[in-house]
């Protein structure tokens, strides 16, 4: 029986010639993700287990991103907690305040993870590294310290759904919008210990921050992974980042996937997913006019120099709406310098944006930019749940920079291809 | 005890909202406890009661948090439809136990007397007078469960050191 890519990964490092849907497999491990906020508890369990040992100090990232620079004395000494025990055990890929990026923007950038290899992330939306055809996957604490020590994990063989790209994107569409129009599609568990596995010619049009977005969702969907087949896109971005050798997986011709779903990405629209879910989908033209009270754009997954172009270009010699604050936060210092250097971050500021230092902060709630009650914030992160930035009162509209722009530019939800027109 | 009731898609923000993750103690955890949900559940949760929820309970971030607040509530288990797959896996390696059994987590109402057998499997709702099989867990889980976590079973294994 024929392979999808992910259970062809998970086969080679099971060390199995085949697998299939449903098989417990345990594999070893290119490389084992933690922050600041999962770190320590899979340091306390490590501890409580009594280990001594890690696996391989060069395959091991810690990245202290959530609440830094550090938000309150607690959170200082979770990084602390952290800070020592990567130098306890002398991990080579530790960033702290000055180098760390958003772990997901960070990785890929480094060259940390390159296709066909197998890695887990305590952080949810460790499955953005689909994007380079690598298995990647969130997974909690305690398996981040079992991988730690280890260098494996246990997996169940998932079965996959096949999304298949056509066509190309009209102006101000992207990823982002892909990923919420499937999320519609097929709701937060529709794809439930699933594979995402995404193909068909309108790949070569998506830009690598394009995939890195939608991949990194695939968890709003349920999913296990989300995956890409490698291509020159995915060629030229490792060019220069990942010396190491690598290997691509396609998926054989009989894989089995449990269905398709087809996304024309010609009939794709700005998509928003309205408060309280990733699933509550609508095209922006279907809900412009809501007042909103902040803006966010950023976080792992739109974060990226692509993104921070989409939303300075709108924004550049216009002005956020009085009574709107539009905060942009880059994802890594690199991002933030290329951002410079092109002019975008200028022409943020110029506009009225608060412009940061990478951290997760806002998209969690976490500072940086919590809401009150209340509010209503557009943002460009990945979940609108109850009180995720705020109070329960609070909502979030999530979409893609080019829409979180032109809603900064008017103070309610816009299509940025009415706001030439204004 | 009390079988608390909740709906599909209950996210780790409400389980245990990331304003208090800053201090993973799991007594500090259990007091904030589906805040965002149920303001009144850490302050009325007592030891041995159960949790009964529809689809994907725990969907969101990946924050073993979740578990561990309910655990340290003395939440005996929870009951779901179904659960999202990183709170599924966070449990079975923390050694907390969930059932995953749709017709169960329907019937069930607030107010019922529940008892389960982990062993077999076995959801008896002593009020209704109903009983039903929850989907069973595959050795290789069991075996974690059985150990006490996953790195118990790692450590015993000898490959964790």
Redesign the interface.
Known sequence: MGMTMTQKILAKHAGLESVEAGQLIEAKLDMVLGNDITTPVAITEFNKAGLTQIFDKDKISIVLDHSTPCKDIKSAQLCAQAREFAKRFDITNFYDVGQMGVEHALLPEKGLVAPGETVIGADSHTCTYGALGAFSTGVGSTDMAAGMATGLAWFKVPSAIKVTLKGKFRPYVSGKDVMLHLIGEIGVDGALYKSLEFGGEGVKELAMDDRFTIANMAIEAGGKNGIFPVDDVTRAYLNGRVTRAWEAFEPDADAVYEREVVIDLDQLRPTVALPHLPSNTRTVDQVEGMPIQQVVIGSCTNGRLKDIKEAAEILKGRKVAKGVRCIVFPATQQIMLDAMAAGYIQALIEAGCAVSTPTCGPCLGGHMGVLSDGERAISTTNRNFVGRMGPVSSEIILSSPAVAAASAVTGCVTDPAKLEKL | MKVYKYGD?V?T??II???H????DPKALASHCME??DASFASTVEEGDIIVAG??FG???????A??SIKACGVKCVIAK?F???FY??SI??GFPIMECAEAAEAIQPGDKVTVDFQSGIITDETQGKTWQAAPF?A??NG?IQSG????S??ARG???
């Open positions: 898609n996210d923000d409400v909202p990331a304003r993750l800053n201090n993973p965002d949900i689809a994907n969907c969101g971030s990946s924050r073993e948090h578990p561990l179904s999202a797959r990183i896996r966070n390696n923390i595959p290789f889980v974690i976590g996953l790195l118990n790692l450590k490959v964790a050191k």
